[in-house]
């Protein structure tokens, strides 16, 4: 489509701005900017000053018999709750009667309206957080004081510029839905995000009371172009509504009149970015609310708009480094106790179980001499130390040195686990004397403790100066020589274990933290901001043996997006499970576009965000000195990159065993069938197949796997007793191998996608308990037993040898429990493995059948422990798939 929009004269409005002092624009000037961007259905107004004269030619030059009259003050945002706005008849005297009383009536309303919002007590310096109404950031540094009512008022009527007198439209529809909020907003992660969905004055509470995604809709304007936005707008009730969808309704607007909104937007978004260093300004917001419709033309009853000057992008980090931090040929470490099994000691313990190369590791010691070995150090101390009879390391053939000014040559990595006083001062050394090219900062009180912010911030300042090169010439540079110093994670980093790199940096001993150690094939990353929530889901998770598995902290240097981006590039990791509290400017946005291109490369990204309540960002800031932005955003984003988000803990728990267990089965459409052995899951699978943001479907079975079931149903005695339907419930009387053949039945129907097997294992005629599942001759054992006793029965029940009892053939009758000849771990998962969909399991029960539950797992199948959960977390799972289909 064509474009009309005016960059060149936008600067020109903003500069004029600037030049007055103001980094905003007035109403009126936002309707002009609009002009400038295409829109073709702009208002008449005329602007009334505040001390200017109303004539008669000002009236004249308006269309229509009434006009709408707005007060016009950079402070005032939310002009209707307070009487700012209103419609009167296009005469002298009445504007001027509606104009005067405005004057004094909007600042003492504007008046009590703070006072309310502030609990009695106005203080005009401090922004207004929240809510309907309040203080602009342009205005948020205003040289207002605590004053008394008389006298905010005053500054209130002060700070009103004039009246706009604006042309009135007839409006189509002024009912819910009929009215479109647009919006660009500048965001300290993702940089400019557009947003558009329903708009008014209750825009707010739609986007609280309706699902996300439903009211309105965000995304990046540097990851989305106009079509791919208004597909994901096409999801809202908004666009149901202003299109006709809805019973009754009619279309307003056009298909292209949507889209060419949206693409000028986004155009203008990406020129006046922070990440354009050649715009003379950034929009910091720009909102359109509403948009209302008259007769197909768009036309904007409001707007603001708010600008600042671009600062200095950061100079990029020297990523290609990450492979040394990864891949280490020599470590150095700090912070090894001699007498007690600190964090430092445990780090040296692991990376030594983990098979590094002892002749390659140093450890710098305060009470080394140059060049000293390591046993005449601890030999020195033996007396104090042999009181710790957890200090058993053989360090007698260990490299020590006292400072890191002593290292025979430059490392790939040094871990610095000494305290956060002490990083400083060591960095100086490492800086000065590049000794290093990827560093792991252990210590915690590096900007997450109140006090410490200053000790972060100096780090990160010695850190940006190595940064200053020209990125252009450093392509130049091999990885050895690469510019920009080393590289650093952390601070307040648990450490890293990379099985690749044959080294285990965690300061978790071994017996809390056992791990998988040894070469064998692996094909998952874990990012982790916090490591204590690392380190519990690997604890939790048996099945999770990661290749590598990283607590990157603070983020003081490497980021997330950093991390990705290297992930991307190893075609043997094929799932990256993350946890973020926060990201670092304009990070979110890199990491989001390291997410779209691991997804376009087959991997899957499993991604958690924290802080996303005021509560929650509070806990954030206070843990890894994270700043949580926008959570809305934030998962609109990632999600829309192509990332599967989880919600709660437990759901980013499941689908990590999804795509740990799933990743290789082939998923080509959202057709469930499930079977279970109790009627509440059955119900229980059905009412879950439709979420917030995905949508199962419950597979019609073909006529082949209709009579395969019939045929399984009456050769187990159950065909009375069940009824062939999606889900499948078998009774708690069916046995094994009525499980098996179902179970095969689904998988070889082509409108079924993926199959859940939900087993309630309390049961009398399953073999579920421990001690039934260690053999498959106990079950063979078992049959020729069931077979003799089943002839007993019915010998007993056939009165002198001639009729046979009606009661013989209970439900847990005897065709039934012949059919019973396999190990159903091992039938189910035999099936699972021979086809390429999914089977997930549900064990749904105690504890005692946690060994069932885990024999399933120790299969390859995903377990989970309620069947609700199961389809939840499923949905989800197959929702990423298939648009991990459509991206690449």
């Not at 950061?314 to 470490?333: E, Q």
Request: glycine content about 8%.
């Amino acid at each position: 489509m064509k474009l009309y929009v005016k960059t060149e004269e936008i600067c020109g409005l903003f500069k004029k701005a600037a030049d007055e002092g103001r980094s905003f624009l007035y109403e009126y000037e936002v309707y002009e900017l609009i002009s400038l961007i295409g829109g073709e259905t702009p208002l008449t107004y005329r602007f009334l000053e505040k001390d200017g004269r109303l004539n008669d030619t000002m009236l004249a030059d308006i269309p229509g018999d009434k006009v709408v009259l707005k007060v016009v003050s950079p402070n005032i945002l939310h002009k209707s709750d307070i009487g700012g706005v209103r419609i009167v008849d296009k005469t002298r005297s009445e504007v001027l009667s509606a104009v005067r009383s405005m004057m004094y009536e909007v600042p003492e309303k504007y008046c009590l309206m703070l006072e309310k919002k502030m609990g009695g007590n106005i203080t005009y310096n401090e922004p207004l957080q929240g809510g309907s109404s309040g203080l602009t950031q342009a205005s948020s540094n205003m040289p207002y004081r605590e004053l008394d009512r008389e006298a905010s008022v005053e500054e209130i009527k002060r700070d009103i510029k004039g009246i706009l007198i604006c042309e009135f439209l007839p409006i189509d529809n002024t009912d819910f839905g009929n009215e479109l909020l647009v919006s660009l907003r500048r965001t300290r992660e993702f940089g400019m995000i557009l947003t558009a969905g329903l708009g008014g004055t209750d825009t707010e509470l739609y986007a609280r009371r309706f699902r996300t995604g439903q009211a309105v809709v965000s995304a990046s304007t540097e990851m989305m172009d106009a079509e791919a936005f208004f597909d994901l707008y096409k999801r809202t009730i908004s666009f149901d509504k202003l299109t006709g969808i809805g019973r009754g309704e009619k279309r307003k607007v056009t298909d292209e009149q949507l889209k060419e909104c949206f693409a000028a937007l986004i155009l203008i978004a990406n020129y006046f970015s922070p990440l354009n260093s050649s715009a003379p300004f950034v929009i910091e917001e720009l909102e359109i609310n509403p948009f209302a419709f008259f007769k197909y033309l768009m036309v904007p009853l409001d707007g603001l708009c708010s600008f600042s000057h671009p600062t200095a992008l950061p100079p990029p980090r020297p990523i290609s480094k990450i492979d040394f931090l990864l891949h280490p040929k020599s470590i150095a470490i700090m912070g090894v106790s001699t007498k007690s099994r600190n964090p430092g000691h445990i780090i040296l313990e692991n990376i030594l179980a983990n098979g590094f190369n002892r002749s390659d590791i140093f450890i710098i010691h305060p009470s080394a001499e140059k060049n000293l070995k390591a046993h005449r150090i601890f030999q020195q101390d033996h007396n104090v130390a042999s009181e710790d009879n957890s200090l058993s390391l053989e360090l007698n053939d260990l490299y020590f040195v006292p400072s890191v000014k002593h290292l025979p040559g430059k490392v790939d990595l040094l871990i610095l686990a000494v305290s956060a006083q002490a990083v400083q001062s060591v960095l100086d050394d490492v800086i000065e004397n590049d000794i290093a090219k990827s560093l792991i900062i252990i210590p915690g009180g590096l900007g997450e403790v109140i006090g410490s912010e200053g000790a972060r911030l100096a780090i990160e300042n010695k850190i940006q100066k190595l940064r200053a090169f020209n990125t252009e010439d450093s392509i130049s540079f091999p990885k050895d020589d690469f510019p920009g110093g080393p590289v650093f994670l952390g601070g307040n980093s648990l450490g890293v274990l990379s099985h690749p790199g044959k080294y285990d940096s965690l300061f978790i001993p071994e017996d809390k933290l056992p791990k998988c150690r040894g070469d064998h094939p692996r094909s998952s990353a874990f990012i982790s901001q916090s490591g204590a929530y690392m380190i519990t889901r690997m604890s939790k998770m048996s099945f999770l043996d990661p290749a590598y598995a990283l607590s990157i902290g603070n983020q003081m240097d490497l980021t997330a997006g950093d991390l990705l981006h290297y992930f991307n590039k190893l075609d043997n990791i094929t799932t990256v499970a993350i946890y973020m509290e926060g990201f670092r400017d304009l990070d979110g946005l890199e990491f989001a576009r390291a997410v779209r291109d691991a997804v376009r490369k087959g991997k899957e990204i499993l991604f958690y965000k924290a802080g996303r309540t005021p509560e929650g960002k509070h806990a954030t800031s206070g843990h890894t000195a994270s700043l949580a932005g926008d959570y809305a955003v934030c998962k609109s984003c990632i999600r829309e990159a192509g990332a599967m988000v989880a919600d709660t803990f437990t759901e980013f728990e499941g689908l990590v065993q999804l795509s740990w267990a799933l990743h290789n089965k082939n998923i080509c459409g959202n057709g469930l069938a499930a079977i279970s052995n109790a009627g509440y899951e059955s119900v229980g699978i059905a009412d879950n197949i439709l979420g917030d943001d995905f949508q199962l479907q419950m597979a019609l079975f073909s006529e082949l796997t209709r009579s395969d079931i019939k045929m399984t149903l009456e050769n187990s005695g159950l065909a009375s007793l069940v009824d062939i339907k999606n889900p499948m419930d078998v009774t708690p009387m069916a046995v094994e191998s009525v499980y098996e053949e179902i179970i095969e039945a689904f998988l070889k129907d082509s409108n079924v996608h993926a199959v859940i097997a939900a087993i309630v294992p309390l049961t009398p005629v399953m073999e579920t308990l421990p001690g039934q599942l260690s053999s498959e001759n106990r079950h063979n054992e078992d049959v020729k037993n069931d077979n003799r006793n089943n002839e007993n029965v019915k010998n007993e029940n056939l009165p002198n040898g001639n009729a046979k009892n009606d009661n013989a053939e209970n439900i847990c009758g005897s065709e039934n429990i012949k059919k019973r000849n396999k190990n159903i771990i091992k039938s189910i998962s035999e099936l699972a493995s021979h086809h390429s969909k999914p089977v997930i399991m549900v064990i749904d029960s105690g504890e005692l059948y946690d060994p069932l539950a885990k024999a399933f797992q120790a299969e390859g199948l995903p377990v989970f422990r309620s069947a609700d959960q199961a389809v939840y977390v499923l949905g989800k799972y197959i929702r990423g798939r298939l648009g991990r289909i459509y991206r690449r």
